[in-house]
């Protein structure tokens, strides 16, 4: 398993945009939500999103790297045609299933800057997972210190209860998803999944992920809560941006670049949904929740030194 590189202007900027794509997705899921149930709103991101990936793979010419039958397992096989890949593969999928019935129901349940930001703690089990599994990843006391920090912004907008948007069961839907999106980040690192193409990776997250979320939907109440053009306009929208062109891009960086360094970014997002839910949704964001933003932001600068 190779050390991967550290971050670059390049990296930097693609994690700007992912994590404004991000941002800007919870406000969808959260309206989306008033037309369809959150389970099967999630499934049919995944369906789409799956369609929308084998597509855009059909017309670059790479279907098969993605879809290919695997041949029986021997010393020869290809390390990403082995049985174990299947078996991380479903690992991986099953991970991504579970982050996705719990963001989505949180959601529904509290506002979009609460579970973002709750949502977007994932950096620093990640980091401390890394500090202690992956190879170059050990955390300095400057970047301890940026994850301390940041992580110190979560609680502080956490434990700000007063707004009457706080949801107990939102809250621990939101930390239970942000493990298995940890989770996610591991086994791309850490299991056979390491060799395997991030086209890959993710066909196998969006094709368990759209089998298991629509099949078990009906158990988490009404399927369609009177959709409109509105609420298929975001799903869509989260089938395109986010559950296949977006998803590639994140498993691509990291593939590339070190896994706690790409995680840190992602507490961009609650400072970008915080503010497209105040200017989208009416939500208020008071004064704690600006000083945890600020904290996050300190937090990314010092996570990222070198």
């Not at 794509?21 to 149930?37: D, R, T």
């Not at 982050?99 to 989505?104: D, G, K, Q, S």
């Not at 070190?258 to 949904?273: E, Q």
Request: hydrophobic share 55%; charged share 10%; with cysteine.
């Amino acid at each position: 398993m190779s050390e991967k590189r550290a971050m670059d202007g390049l990296g930097a900027a693609m994690l700007i945009g992912f994590s404004g794509l991000m941002g800007l997705n919870q406000v969808v899921i959260k309206v989306s939500n008033g037309g369809f149930g959150p389970v099967f709103q999630a499934g049919l991101r995944s369906l789409i999103g799956l369609a929308v990936l084998l597509a855009w793979l059909g017309f670059r010419g790479q279907l098969k790297r993605a879809t290919a039958p695997t041949p029986p397992e021997t010393p020869a096989t290809p390390v990403h045609w082995s049985r174990s890949v299947h078996f991380w593969g479903l690992v991986s999928g099953s991970l991504f299933t579970a982050e996705f019935i719990c963001l989505y129901i949180a959601l529904d349940l509290s506002s979009v800057s609460r579970v973002t930001i709750i949502f977007n703690s994932m950096p620093v089990w990640l980091a401390l997972a890394g500090h202690l599994l992956l190879p170059g990843e050990r955390l300095s006391p400057i970047r301890m210190l940026g994850l301390v920090l940041a992580m110190g912004g979560v609680v502080l907008a956490v434990l700000h209860r007063g707004s009457g948007d706080a949801s107990l069961l939102g809250d621990v839907l939101a930390l239970v998803s942000t493990l298995a999106w940890a989770g996610i980040a591991l086994c791309a690192r850490l299991s056979p999944l390491a060799a395997v193409p991030p086209i890959r990776q993710l066909t196998y997250q969006l094709a368990t992920s759209a089998v298991v979320l629509l099949a078990i939907s009906p158990l988490f109440g009404p399927l369609l809560r009177e959709p409109t053009a509105l609420h298929i306009a975001g799903v869509l929208f989260q089938s395109v941006a986010i559950a296949s062109l977006g998803y590639l891009l994140w498993l691509w960086l990291i593939s590339i670049y070190r896994a706690n360094a790409v995680a840190s970014f992602s507490f961009l997002s609650p400072v970008i949904a915080a503010i497209l839910g105040w200017l989208l949704l009416n939500e208020v964001i008071y004064p704690q929740v600006w000083a945890a933003l600020a904290l996050v932001a300190v937090g990314i600068v010092l996570i990222n030194r070198k």
